[in-house]
């Protein structure tokens, strides 16, 4: 049977991680997510608030809520109360973000590390250094920190530390850094890089709501997580995912990633001469390539350099499926003139449907229901090729109706009548 200590534990776990999705809660709240006692939800809550982690807002009567019996006690999650840190130590890398306890990022630093220099001594002092420098930037220090998370390209088990590597690479990437960070913060856990981006997904990415799935990294080096029965699969040493067998594979060779290749790639360029006029790798230093660079300078599409193409947004598609044309942006008299062509276009695609199109349903959002209804009817007839009613045999307008001693509700104007008596 636990212990109290452990109980206790327990139910503050439980009230503190369902505070971590709520927004503000009552007890009443936490009762029927978490299962306890009011007795105990309230002491619970009381220890929370004593310790600095929830706030108690006004009650229910103070902001309007309030119906009938005692107002409700208001709670939620204090974001500001402390700081996590998490580090990425990749290869060529170290990068650190100081966040606050909802996971809003409040400041990040990356500092880049020379692999073919790199040291377990040296790798430890940069990872210092970069998180002293987040917490510059984040206006913190380190007493403000709860909890750190490191994460590294090589297999973790439990206690974060990383077995023996055949030439000393995974002893590289994890110096022991459960032990470089021990007196920073409570926490300190350090894990495979790949089994990190495999809780990420899980948590709000693309692999909410499965229990089965695997997390695959192609950055400086392969890596899997692996997420089997919801919950993350270690190994007895930390080894599942691993690819480092891919180093006996014949025809693959090593589990370089994709950042390596497209170094080397822009490298052998440069120096073929073979880059496209203007490109703006020709600029940048051989020696300080790297794959981030690289990358940046692609997405910015320069001209004639990698990835010409200019980052924008998709291109507008019709309810068919096809391109629509782009319209030309005009100024002064042209201006009116591409407005009267893009409501032109509005009218044939609502004539070609029998139901309100995406751009109708944009303009007719703002009227009243009858016009609505009176459109879309509109639209009907149309589709069907019926007349409209002004162009039907004896329709006429409500002036010519007037002039002609027609009535809307009967079929004469009583007025206009002649008497029967003549």
Same mark, same amino acid.
């Given at each position: 049977?636990?212990?109290?200590?452990?109980?206790?534990?327990?139910?503050?776990?439980?009230?503190?991680?369902?505070?971590?999705?709520?927004?503000?809660?009552?007890?009443?709240?936490?009762?029927?997510?978490?299962?306890?006692?009011?007795?105990?939800?309230?002491?619970?809550?009381?220890?929370?608030?004593?310790?600095? $982690?929830?706030?108690?807002?006004?009650?229910?009567?103070?902001?309007?809520?309030?119906?009938?019996?005692?107002?409700?006690?208001?709670?939620?999650?204090?974001?500001?109360?402390?700081?996590?840190?998490?580090?990425?130590?990749?290869?060529?890398?170290?990068? *650190?973000?100081?966040?606050?306890?909802?996971?809003?990022?409040?400041?990040?630093?990356? $500092?880049?590390?020379?692999?073919?220099?790199?040291?377990?001594?040296?790798?430890?002092?940069?990872?210092?250094?970069?998180?002293?420098?987040?917490?510059?930037?984040?206006?913190?220090?380190?007493?403000?920190?709860?909890?750190?998370?490191?994460?590294?390209?090589?297999?973790?088990?439990?206690?974060?530390?990383?077995?023996?590597?055949?030439?000393?690479?995974?002893?590289?990437?994890?110096?022991?850094?459960?032990?470089?960070?021990?007196?920073?913060?409570?926490?300190?856990?350090?894990?495979?890089?790949?089994?990190?981006?495999?809780?990420?997904?899980?948590? +709000?990415?693309?692999?909410?709501?499965?229990?089965?799935?695997?997390?695959?990294?192609?950055?400086?080096?392969?890596?899997?997580?692996?997420?089997?029965?919801?919950?993350?699969?270690?190994?007895?040493?930390?080894?599942?995912?691993?690819?480092?067998?891919?180093?006996?594979?014949?025809?693959?060779?090593?589990?370089?990633?994709?950042?390596?290749?497209?170094?080397?790639?822009?490298?052998? *360029?440069?120096?073929?001469?073979?880059?496209?006029? #203007?490109?703006?790798?020709?600029?940048?230093?051989?020696?300080?390539?790297?794959?981030?660079?690289?990358?940046?300078?692609?997405?910015?599409?320069?001209?004639?350099?990698?990835?010409?193409?200019?980052?924008?947004?998709?291109?507008?598609?019709?309810?068919?499926?096809?391109?629509? +044309?782009?319209?030309?942006?005009?100024?002064?008299?042209?201006?009116?003139?591409?407005?009267?062509?893009?409501?032109?276009?509005?009218?044939?695609?609502?004539?070609?449907?029998?139901?309100?199109?995406?751009?109708?349903?944009?303009?007719?959002?703002?009227?009243?229901?009858?016009?609505?209804?009176?459109?879309?009817?509109?639209?009907?007839?149309?589709?069907?090729?019926?007349?409209?009613?002004?162009?039907?045999?004896?329709?006429?307008?409500?002036?010519?109706?007037?002039?002609?001693?027609?009535?809307?509700?009967?079929?004469?104007?009583?007025?206009?009548?002649?008497?029967? #008596?003549?």
């Amino acid at each position: 049977m636990p212990s109290v200590p452990s109980l206790r534990r327990h139910s503050l776990d439980a009230v503190l991680a369902y505070a971590w999705d709520a927004e503000v809660f009552t007890a009443s709240d936490v009762m029927s997510a978490v299962a306890l006692t009011r007795s105990t939800t309230i002491d619970v809550l009381d220890e929370l608030v004593a310790r600095g $982690l929830l706030v108690e807002l006004p009650n229910a009567r103070a902001v309007g809520e309030y119906s009938k019996g005692r107002p409700a006690r208001r709670f939620a999650l204090r974001a500001d109360a402390a700081l996590v840190v998490g580090v990425d130590a990749g290869r060529g890398h170290v990068t *650190a973000t100081v966040a606050d306890l909802r996971g809003v990022p409040i400041a990040t630093s990356r $500092l880049s590390i020379d692999p073919e220099r790199d040291s377990p001594e040296r790798r430890r002092r940069a990872a210092e250094k970069v998180v002293d420098a987040t917490l510059t930037r984040a206006h913190a220090s380190r007493d403000a920190l709860v909890a750190v998370c490191v994460g590294v390209p090589a297999p973790v088990d439990r206690a974060g530390r990383s077995p023996v590597h055949h030439d000393g690479f995974w002893q590289r990437m994890n110096p022991d850094f459960v032990d470089t960070f021990a007196s920073w913060a409570p926490v300190v856990r350090v894990e495979n890089d790949a089994s990190l981006a495999a809780v990420a997904e899980h948590a +709000q990415g693309a692999a909410v709501g499965y229990d089965d799935f695997v997390a695959l990294l192609a950055g400086e080096r392969f890596g899997a997580g692996l997420w089997l029965d919801g919950r993350l699969l270690r190994g007895a040493h930390g080894g599942a995912g691993e690819t480092v067998a891919f180093d006996r594979v014949e025809g693959v060779g090593s589990a370089y990633g994709l950042a390596p290749r497209c170094v080397d790639a822009a490298r052998t *360029a440069i120096a073929a001469g073979t880059l496209p006029a #203007g490109s703006a790798l020709a600029d940048v230093p051989r020696d300080d390539l790297d794959a981030k660079r690289i990358l940046d300078l692609a997405a910015a599409g320069g001209p004639g350099g990698p990835g010409r193409r200019r980052r924008g947004r998709r291109p507008a598609r019709d309810r068919d499926g096809s391109p629509r +044309q782009p319209v030309r942006r005009a100024k002064g008299r042209d201006l009116g003139r591409d407005r009267r062509r893009r409501g032109a276009d509005h009218r044939r695609r609502d004539r070609d449907s029998p139901r309100r199109s995406a751009p109708a349903a944009a303009r007719d959002r703002g009227l009243p229901a009858r016009r609505r209804h009176r459109l879309d009817r509109r639209r009907r007839r149309r589709h069907r090729g019926d007349p409209r009613p002004r162009d039907r045999p004896g329709a006429l307008r409500p002036a010519r109706r007037a002039r002609a001693g027609l009535s809307r509700r009967r079929g004469r104007n009583p007025v206009a009548r002649p008497n029967a #008596g003549e």
